[in-house]
């Protein structure tokens, strides 16, 4: 038969739930969780107040109203830092995707182009343009030739495209010599070096 009553919480058979309460996920310890007896301790500006004891470290950062992050823990002694816990995520994050932006930056990509030995010269021309800007981009070019079925066994007809294509292009070098792989030949063209 069906009870309408609630379980009361005084109930045997009720399960109560024993976890420990919910604590955020954090990439640092900061103040009570650091366990270390000596610390380097930090300021805020970056300026070195030694080596202190935790309670030391503690209540230096209850002075100054700002919390103790552990920023070093692999240390001897481990490295803490006075600092407010979010302006040092916010400083962190600002560091983290200034360093993202400069790789970007800095990253060269490597655009492939395909060609086969019978392509005509208007498609060679208008894949040279398109080449061209990646190349003035700073960037990487990838050139693939494919052999098919007696096209194999000339490979010369290979390196008469590519002066063909060096032709079009401007401002361009070759970075390493003509490979074989099988029935394709791979070059790398790249920005010819400024003198």
Do not use: W
């Not at 969780?33 to 209850?62: F, K, P």
């Not at 060269?108 to 030995?117: A, M």
């Not at 800007?133 to 000339?154: A, H, L, M, Q």
């Amino acid at each position: 038969m069906y009870n309408s009553q609630p379980k009361s919480f005084g109930n045997s058979n009720f399960r109560q739930n024993r976890r420990s309460p919910f604590k955020p996920q954090r990439d640092h310890l900061i103040n009570e969780e650091i366990r270390a007896s000596t610390l380097r301790l930090v300021s805020s500006t970056g300026e070195q107040l030694g080596v202190v004891d935790r309670h030391r470290a503690l209540s230096i950062a209850q002075e100054q109203q700002c919390d103790l992050v552990l920023v070093v823990p692999n240390a001897q002694p481990p490295v803490c830092k006075v600092i407010e816990y979010g302006k040092f995520i916010y400083d962190e994050q600002k560091r983290k995707k200034e360093h993202d932006r400069k790789q970007r930056e800095n990253r060269v990509e490597v655009k492939e182009f395909q060609f086969r030995t019978v392509i005509d010269a208007h498609d060679l021309s208008v894949k040279a343009k398109r080449m061209q800007e990646f190349i003035d981009n700073g960037d990487k070019c990838k050139v693939v030739i494919t052999f098919r079925g007696r096209e194999n066994s000339d490979p010369n007809r290979g390196s008469a495209l590519i002066t063909k294509l060096f032709e079009l292009l401007t401002d361009a070098q070759i970075e390493n010599k003509p490979e074989l792989h099988g029935n394709k030949m791979i070059i790398m063209i790249v920005q010819a070096k400024k003198k």
